[in-house]
Structures are given as C-alpha cells and as structure tokens.
DNA sequence: GCATTATTGCAACACAGTCGCATTAATTAT
DNA sequence: ATAATTAATGCGACTGTGTTGCAATAATGC
C-alpha cells in the first residue's frame, strides 16, 4: 500500500466517491468536496488511490480523465474489462457491470481494454 | 462534404496519413509535415476532415486525442466500433480490423463504442 | 484579371494536469 | 505527553493540448 496518512482530505475524497456511486473527473470531484482541497492536492490523493488500487481511471470526452472507485482491484495490477458509458446529453459516467470481450490479436499482447460507450442514458432519453 | 478548397496544407496532412499508415496525434502529425505548418491550421483541417468523415478521432493515453483515416465512413456519421491499440513501450497507435462487441445495455442506448486496447506491440516484444 | 470568401498565421487564451518548495500535520520514537 | 521524523498539503509557476478572434493571404468563380 505504499506509505499512507489517514488524512481527512483523503477521507472526503473516498466519501465523494462513495456517495457519487458514479465516475467523477478530478473537477467534478472537487465541487462534491464539502471544504475546498487543492488542486495539487486532489490528484496527488487521485494518483495514490489509482496506484494502491483503490480508483481505476480512463478516459471520457473531451480529454477529461475520469476516476471510479475499483471492485475487483489488487494493489498488483488494475483489472478493467469492464465498460464505462458516457451520457452524450449530461456527461454522466458509470461503470457499467459488463465485461469486454477483447479480441484476440496475433500482433500484439494485450494488457489492459478501455473501453467507453458513448449515447444517452435514461434520464437524457425522456 | 462543406466548403472546401484544395490547399497545400490540406494536401500535405492528407499525406501525411497515407505515408503513415497509423493514427497520429496532431503532434505527431505536425512533426511529419515536410513544411511547418500552424498549430491552429492543423487542429482546424482536423476538425474539417472529421466533420467530412474522412478521418476519425479518439483518446489514447496522456489525455491525447489521435486521429486516423476512415476506411468505412460517411459524413453523415462516423462508424468505430473497431478497436485501437496503442504500445504502451513505443505509444504507436493503429487502428484494428476487429469490431467489438458492443454489449447491450437496458438502462442507456449506445451510440458510439470507443476502445482502446493497450499492451506491446510486435516491434517492441523483441 | 478581379471580387469573393475560405484558409492561414499570429497572439492570446482556456484548461487539465504537473512540479518544486516551504509549511503543516500525522505518525513514530523517546 | 513531547519531540523528532517525514508524509501530506498549499501555493505559485509551469507544461502541453487544444481553441479563438482577427487581420492578412490565397483559392476559386466569374
């Protein structure tokens, strides 16, 4: 786990996730804290968690990169066959519970799939 | 296909592709240009052939979007559900032959999958 | 050739994310 | 409990990707 201080930053942080129940990017993360954190500060705390295993990250629109709590991460190495979908209408991100089926390629060796679905989620659809 | 003219520029990035034969960031892309061209000029002829279907865009790693020729797109919409890879050795990326499956979801419609898969590369197992 | 207007280059900007460094605070040893 | 250690923090400056307004340039149609 790397050397690590319980801090209340690092609490509010794991709470906004946790009451999130959704994929937050470091922006959307800050304005969900109750007290302001620097931003030097939320993606250090961003950079630790992703390292120890505790968030994943990729990719959504616009360059934005994203964080999620993980399920089914070791601290050894990130396992991220599952989907993300972003909404099109509200940028709304979720980790979806669906595996990716992720070829197989006689070119190269495959670590690690993004993948992100992008359209409308059922609240936009209304 | 818009309002277009055939400008040297525009003939130069075009060739720049074609020679390549894989995705290129802007950066790249402008590295390969046989004369400077402006940043702008370029982000903005991106644009333009993305607008006309002619070149597809996503997100590799550090945040960077990469472009590359359609193959089996129309202005009308752009069609990628095959995969990219990128090396995470060398941070070449190409486009696959394989589409990927796009699982079906009840809660949100798809519009658009976006995969990226990540590893080594043949040049770079050696 | 001339007029029209898309394209270009420039400079300034916006934004996500990073880094060095001095300060603060969580943990450990005494 | 107090002091020493050092991880975590805040600040400011910075990097790099991508965008925008505007004046100058050049491709096209006549």
Redesign the interface.
């Known amino acids: 786990m790397g050397v690590h201080r319980k801090t209340r930053n690092l609490e509010l942080v794991l709470d906004a996730f946790r009451n999130a129940q959704k994929a937050l990017s470091a922006q959307l993360l800050m304005e969900r804290l109750p007290t302001e954190v620097n931003r030097s500060t939320v993606y250090r705390l961003l950079d630790r968690l992703e390292d120890d295993g505790v968030v994943h990250s990729f990719?959504a629109s616009e360059?934005?990169?994203f964080y999620a709590l993980c399920k089914e991460c070791t601290q050894s190495g990130h396992v991220h066959s599952h989907?993300h979908?972003q909404?099109?209408s509200c940028s709304q991100v979720v980790c979806?519970e669906?595996d990716?089926?992720?070829?197989i390629?006689n070119?190269?060796?495959?670590?690690?799939?993004?993948?992100?679905?992008?359209?409308?989620?059922?609240a936009c659809?209304q």
Not at 100 to 103: G, L, N
Not at 107 to 122: F, I, S, T
């Open positions: 990719l360059n934005i990169k989907a979908f909404c099109n979806l669906q990716v089926v992720v070829p390629l070119q190269h060796r495959v670590d690690e799939a993004q993948v992100l679905l992008k359209g409308q989620c059922a659809m």
